[in-house]
T-cell receptor, first 115, second 116 residues
């Protein structure tokens, strides 16, 4: 079945370390997105990519970086510049034909904790 | 910029009863789409229902219906015959068109607890 795979499910990071969250989709979707979710808040957009080798900053891009070298992959790196990285991270994808109704397809998320 | 407001941080409902989750939105775009998602404790986001701004009828999907009042800019989710499995976080979202593509703008969410 098609879907989005995020790994790992849980991730622990030491202060000052960079970590990379994986997101892979086999839906043949053009667009991919990274959202951050904090307790009691909705999802906020970090980065998005409409096509391969191109991506745009979202609302809270500071301290994060992404790449889009392949259509099916959109990894997110949380750098040491991100001062409060502990959160739940959700990856999503969409394609123009689907986005009118179903919006996005989401992965199951990665919970990042700074220790 | 578009904005979504969900004023109910938490709600309780008795099993088998109906419940309404509130959502108001703010946009200057004449064409927009509104979505509701369910997020159980596992964290996945489950699409429930969609309403387009030009849709003539309120959207329905099984036990879910959307009470769309365009003039009031509200898009409330109605869940009929609540089940224990409906206990989750519920998000209202609006599609925002950007220079490069589109994104979903989310409200803060409402936690629903179904009591037996």
């Amino acid at each position: 079945d098609g879907g989005i795979t995020q790994s790992p499910k849980y991730l622990f990071r030491k202060e000052g370390q960079n970590v990379t969250l994986s997101c892979e989709q086999n839906l043949n979707h053009d667009a991919m997105y990274w959202y951050r979710q904090d307790p009691g808040q909705g999802l906020r957009l970090i980065y998005y990519s409409q096509i391969v080798n191109d991506f745009q900053k979202g609302d809270i891009a500071e301290g994060y970086s992404v790449s889009r070298e392949k259509k099916e992959s959109f990894p997110l790196t949380v750098t040491s510049a991100q001062k409060n990285p502990t959160a739940f991270y959700l990856c999503a994808s969409s394609t123009p034909g689907d986005s009118k109704r179903n919006g996005y397809t989401f992965g199951s998320g990665t919970r990042l904790t700074v220790v | 910029a578009q904005k979504i407001t969900q004023t109910q941080p938490g709600m309780f409902v008795q099993e088998k009863e109906a419940v309404t989750l509130d959502c108001t939105y703010d946009t200057s775009d004449p064409s927009y789409g509104l979505f509701w998602y369910k997020q159980p404790s596992s964290g996945e986001m489950i699409f429930l229902i969609y309403q387009g701004s030009y849709d003539q009828q309120n959207a329905t999907e099984g036990r879910y219906s959307l009470n769309f009042q365009k003039a009031r800019k509200s898009a409330n989710l109605v869940i009929s015959a609540s089940q224990l499995g409906d206990s989750a976080m519920y998000f209202c979202a609006m599609r925002e068109i950007m220079e490069y593509g589109n994104k979903l703008v989310f409200g803060a969410g409402t936690i629903l607890r179904v009591k037996s």
